[in-house]
Nanobody, 115 residues
Framework: QVQLVESGGGLVQPGGSLRLSCAASGSIISINAMGWYRQAPGKERDLVATITNFESTNYADSVKGRFTISRDNAKNTVYLQMNSLKPEDTAVYYC?????????WGKGTLVTVSS
């Protein structure tokens, strides 16, 4: 089994920044990609950003230019640097790991953007 533990969520004012981290442990064999999704109240879970093992990145249009995804392969950890945060970024952020055609999810970390 694979375990994912997210951290770094919290309350931030509009225009502020947060950095999320997600550390993977357990049966790590060959990670294809890691990433972040988010789910706002009453909405579906949507892609935020992903990064492959070739360092190829993909971002939702709504976060391009504001969020940056990165990973530390030695630590099996993925990060999401979030700048210029907006109230509409408020959501539970979930970490994703893809390995051997399987998807693993973290339990999520809440990000609230409010004044």
């Amino acid at each position: 089994q694979v375990q994912l533990v997210e951290s770094g969520g919290g309350l931030v004012q509009p225009g502020g920044s947060l950095r999320l981290s997600c550390a993977a442990s357990g049966s790590i064999i060959s990670i294809n990609a890691m990433g972040w999704y988010r789910q706002a109240p009453g909405k579906e879970r949507d892609l935020v950003a992903t990064i492959t093992n070739f360092e190829s990145t993909n971002y939702a249009d709504s976060v391009k230019g504001r969020f940056t995804i990165s990973r530390d392969n030695a630590k099996n950890t993925v990060y999401l640097q979030m700048n210029s945060l907006k109230p509409e970024d408020t959501a539970v952020y979930y970490c994703l790991l893809e390995q051997l055609r399987m998807r693993y999810w973290g339990k999520g970390t809440l990000v609230t953007v409010s004044s």
